[in-house]
């Protein structure tokens, strides 16, 4: 809902629109991910279609999951905290299991650690937390 004609809009901090920025890119990357996963379903034939059209509904979930989380960001709900929060504890996990080097390189794993601990960093900044935290007496 846009504010109303007098009120001051929303302040979004610097680190806000960076942690925004951050999960705009991680969605881009998992959309780019949904894009490789339909080609090698077509070209490639997995061995299972069943698991790989699995794969590919999950890669589209957290595709639409980090995209609504980024775009809820820019508009200040306090749950988007715990959402970015939980996709880069996720993608943590993954980045560990690149490091074993067993179905993916290490330099993927630490493509996907960097940007995971910066996003944790930017979703518990206090500024970002002051920015989306809900204020009760507009709530009640």
Known sequence: MPPAEGSPSPVRP????????LLFLEALGA?????????ELVAAGPESYASGVALLVLAVLAAAW?????????????????SAVTWQVLQIAVAIGSFQG???PPD?????????????????????????????????
């Open 102 to 104: 067993l179905y993916a």
């Open 66 to 82: 980090i995209a609504f989380t980024a775009v809820s960001t820019l508009r200040l709900k306090s749950w988007v905290r715990a």
């Open 31 to 39: 959309i780019a991910l949904v894009v490789w996963l339909v080609v």
């Open 108 to 140: 993927l794993g630490w493509a996907l650690l960097v940007p995971a601990l910066a996003g944790i960093g930017l979703a518990l900044s206090p500024s970002v937390v002051r920015a989306t935290t809900r204020n009760k007496s507009e709530h009640d």
């Open 14 to 21: 610097p680190l806000l629109i960076a942690l925004a920025v």
